[in-house]
């Protein structure tokens, strides 16, 4: 919801003074790599929750609570925001080349 919604946290002190199409290709550049690690995050946390789900991975305590679930939790989450993210740099790309022929602000 952050990440559609464009809520994070950013850092524009040197970014706004950019023209607006430099703007936009600093937001793909940002968005790309802000993809690429979150893609090694969900690889990376799709084997652990499949190592969890094959070891029948339990919390041990008063009461054993199953690890499986919050690991696949996190995955699915980590799919969502690489999804928002491939969405992102799509609109960006697609407002970038309709913006081509327009001259900057």
């Given at each position: 919801?952050?990440?559609?919604?464009?809520?994070?946290?950013?850092?524009?002190?040197?970014?706004?003074?950019?023209p607006s199409?430099?703007?936009?290709?600093?937001?793909?550049?940002?968005?790309?790599?802000?993809?690429?690690?979150?893609?090694?995050?969900?690889?990376?946390?799709?084997?652990?929750?499949?190592?969890s789900?094959?070891?029948k991975?339990?919390?041990t305590?008063?009461?054993n609570?199953?690890?499986?679930p919050a690991?696949w939790?996190?995955?699915a989450?980590?799919?969502?925001l690489?999804l928002?993210?491939?969405?992102?740099?799509?609109?960006?790309?697609?407002?970038?080349c309709?913006?081509?022929?327009?001259g900057?602000?």
């Amino acid at each position: 919801f952050t990440q559609a919604s464009r809520s994070h946290i950013r850092a524009e002190m040197l970014v706004r003074f950019f023209p607006s199409r430099s703007r936009l290709i600093a937001d793909i550049f940002t968005h790309v790599v802000f993809l690429a690690i979150f893609l090694f995050f969900l690889v990376e946390g799709t084997v652990q929750a499949i190592s969890s789900w094959e070891e029948k991975e339990f919390v041990t305590g008063l009461i054993n609570i199953p690890r499986y679930p919050a690991r696949w939790a996190i995955v699915a989450g980590e799919f969502l925001l690489c999804l928002q993210l491939i969405f992102d740099v799509a609109d960006r790309l697609m407002t970038l080349c309709s913006t081509k022929g327009a001259g900057d602000d």
